[in-house]
């Protein structure tokens, strides 16, 4: 099969999970008792039922459940996600003023984590049982198991008041391309990035080691070709792959961090912004993140699996 | 991946042509069919994925099959200092946690025991001692300082697992079970059953779990059994999608052809052959979840959904000390508060994941399980000559 074949099947069965996905996030807040306008009825007892009527034609409420689904799902395909119940405004413009925040905080824990990930896991599985390796297992084998948000208070509690490096409270109003903001991400992002970079370093280190004891490798050693050639020309694209398989199920794991990391550092992106929702049980809002974000992963999954057939073309022929 | 390819099966090979040799001088004048070694054919069986089992499934003695390999596997377990290190540090810290303030069920106390000096919820400055004020730090008294509520933290903290340490082995029970079943019936009968069981678990793992739980607690509120319910509705899906896989290999085995072929019901081949043999990759992807499920319980605490604010469980605890954390306390910055109660679930969840390394380790046929199987049929061989 060709690349662009595969690519375009892979494509087209991406659409019946995104359908499941809208029916999901639909039905968990439209089959569940206590819809905003029963609940807006209640703070208000003089609410007649003609006015409530007109309430639940305007959030879209009325009529059965699927006219409802297929009315909510026609605007949301085009971007329209409806109001926020209080205050009235878009919440499409509430999510394109937060996702920046947030993608701008996910890629910086992915680069953090690639960054520390990669090396360490080479470093590990070269020196196989020294004591490099040892200590490399201990710190991923603890960054894998340590809470996010402990991580973070934790790095609030020694960074920014007991050395005074770094601020507690984000940026209030900077822009995102502002030099400044690079300071403030480097907690948050790096809190974000401990879990992700300490699963790849596990399992870069466990592929690199299976690699290592491959024939083609003792072959290249047998040309006589320098271990750092065979390490880093042989070796480590093949490892790779299994990162790259790994990579979109982290991709979900730094989306979910996200909701937790940006409540520690007041981080104004989407998962701060979930979190106040649902507190303040703004329906509306809560059902466009929880939407974006399984899209978000849905296609992070896709392109995992394209990358995934550039690197291997075996995986075409399945 | 051929069997060929490993190098700990030439290693193996190795031993065994030696106790080849020596068992052959033993049995000489026996005839003798060259070209065919059994010993060998029999390490390739196990060499293969869970072939272990397989070979007690063709013997009609599946259960005998499945003790082997349980039994080797424990022994493996067993002799992995690290992970009976953790699974000391696990069992400590849940009897701890149940053994800290009494148990009373429907007013009679099943559990008289009292390790935590105070009760979790008692403001010590009220009814205990007037001295005592918010976030002093740890003394003698108070090992672990007090919280910002003036309460013991080192009594919470102990008490504070019974919240987390239950609902991950409650969780992953419920959530291992049904992705067990829905697995299996989705590998077993494939197709057009398959293909929808499996487009509906694509559909679930769209969601982060925590989003979802998120959501889910939104809905039903806070409490125990909304908890489990959170974290158990979606959390299913890894497990239904690795049987699934386990199962799609085993479903082309001889002996389930065989069971098939004398007119096994599926639901008995299912039942007797297909689940057991998915088990092992399962049990080791249930012993990594319930690190995740603790961290994911603890995590709700801290965003203020998981147990009632100012309930003893170690999330909710961390939530609490967040606000005066980032503010500043006003002089002293109260570490205690942050670092015991987290660093209650850092120790419990790593301690969780080293155990799943271990049974990782322990039930892996391929990694070291050929020249551990290898002496063990030497040591049986053995035991029969005497």
């Known amino acids: 099969m060709s690349l662009r074949r595969f690519v375009v099947r892979r494509a087209l069965s991406v659409v019946p999970v995104l359908f499941g996905v809208s029916v999901i996030t639909f039905g968990l807040f439209h089959l569940t008792p206590g819809d905003p306008v029963s609940q807006l009825v209640a703070l208000n007892p003089d609410v007649s039922a003609a006015e409530e009527a007109r309430l639940r034609e305007r959030w879209g409420l009325s009529g059965p459940v699927w006219r409802q689904y297929l009315a909510w799902l026609s605007n949301v395909l085009v971007g329209d996600f409806s109001r926020e119940l209080r205050t009235g405004r878009a919440v499409s413009g509430i999510l394109w003023r937060r996702l920046p925040e947030t993608i701008v905080l996910g890629a910086f824990g992915w680069v953090f984590a690639i960054a520390i990930a990669i090396p360490a896991g080479i470093y590990a599985a070269v020196n196989k049982g020294r004591f490099g390796d040892v200590a490399a297992r201990v710190l991923a084998l603890s960054g894998v198991s340590i809470p996010n948000f402990w991580l973070g208070l934790l790095l609030i509690l020694v960074f920014s008041l007991y050395l005074g490096l770094f601020p507690v409270l984000p940026p209030s109003r900077l822009p995102l391309y502002h030099p400044e903001t690079l300071r403030y991400l480097l907690l948050p992002g790096v809190t974000i990035g401990t879990a992700a970079a300490a699963s790849v370093t596990r399992v870069m280190r466990t592929s690199m080691a299976e690699e290592l004891n491959e024939e083609y490798v003792t072959a290249a050693r047998a040309r006589g070709l320098p271990e750092r050639t065979v390490v880093f020309k042989h070796v480590l694209r093949n490892s790779l792959v299994s990162v790259v398989t790994l990579a979109a199920t982290l991709t979900a794991g730094i989306v979910a961090g996200s909701v937790v990391v940006e409540s520690v550092f007041n981080w104004p992106g989407l998962g701060s912004e979930f979190v106040r929702a649902i507190n303040r049980r703004e329906v509306n809002v809560v059902m466009a993140i929880t939407l974006v974000t399984a899209v978000a992963v849905v296609l992070a999954n896709f392109l995992a699996d394209v990358l995934y057939a550039v690197l291997d073309p075996r995986i075409r022929y399945d | ?386």
Request: hydrophobic share 45%; net charge neutral.
């Open chain 2, 1 to 386: 991946m051929t069997d060929d390819d490993d190098p700990g099966t030439d290693t193996a090979d190795d031993d065994g042509t030696r106790s080849r040799a020596r068992s052959r001088t033993d049995e000489r004048g026996r005839i003798r069919i060259t070209g065919f070694e059994a010993d060998r054919v029999r390490d390739r069986d196990s060499l293969s994925e869970w072939g272990d089992e397989a070979a007690g499934g063709t013997n009609g003695g599946t259960a005998a099959g499945m003790d082997g390999r349980w039994r080797r596997g424990l022994r493996r377990f067993g002799r992995n200092r690290s992970a009976m290190t953790a699974l000391a540090v696990v069992v400590s810290m849940a009897l701890v946690s149940l053994l800290a303030r009494p148990v009373e069920v429907l007013g009679v106390v099943v559990q008289p025991f009292a390790l935590a000096p105070y009760d979790p919820t008692t403001i010590l400055y009220l009814s205990v001692d007037p001295s005592v004020s918010p976030y002093d730090p740890p003394s003698w008294r108070f090992p672990m300082g007090v919280d910002g509520s003036g309460r013991d933290l080192f009594s919470r903290v102990l008490v504070g697992g019974r919240y987390s340490i239950s609902i991950g082995f409650v969780v992953v029970g419920l959530t291992a079970s049904f992705g067990l079943a829905y697995g299996a019936i989705a590998g077993y009968y494939g197709g057009v059953v398959d293909e929808v069981m499996m487009r509906i678990v694509d559909v679930v793992f769209a969601f982060p779990g925590l989003v979802l739980a998120l959501v889910v607690v939104a809905t039903l509120g806070g409490g125990y059994w909304q908890l489990v319910i959170a974290f158990s509705l979606f959390g299913w899906a890894g497990y239904a999608r690795l049987v699934r896989g386990e199962v799609l290999s085993i479903a082309e085995r001889e002996y389930v052809v065989a069971a098939k072929a004398i007119g096994a019901r599926d639901r008995a081949v299912i039942r007797r052959h297909v689940a057991p043999n998915a088990l092992s990759p399962l049990v080791v992807l249930a012993s990594l979840n319930v690190g995740s499920v603790v961290i994911g319980v603890a995590a709700l605490g801290f965003l203020g959904l998981g147990m009632d604010p100012g309930t003893a469980e170690w999330g909710t605890m961390l939530d609490a000390t967040r606000e005066t954390l980032i503010q500043g306390p006003g002089g002293r910055i109260p570490w205690w508060a942050t670092v015991y109660p987290g660093g209650a679930i850092f120790v419990f969840v790593l301690a969780m994941n080293v155990i799943g390394d271990g049974i990782n380790d322990a039930l892996d046929a391929r990694a070291a399980g050929v020249r551990e199987g290898k002496r063990r049929r030497e040591a049986d061989r053995g035991g029969d000559e005497s």
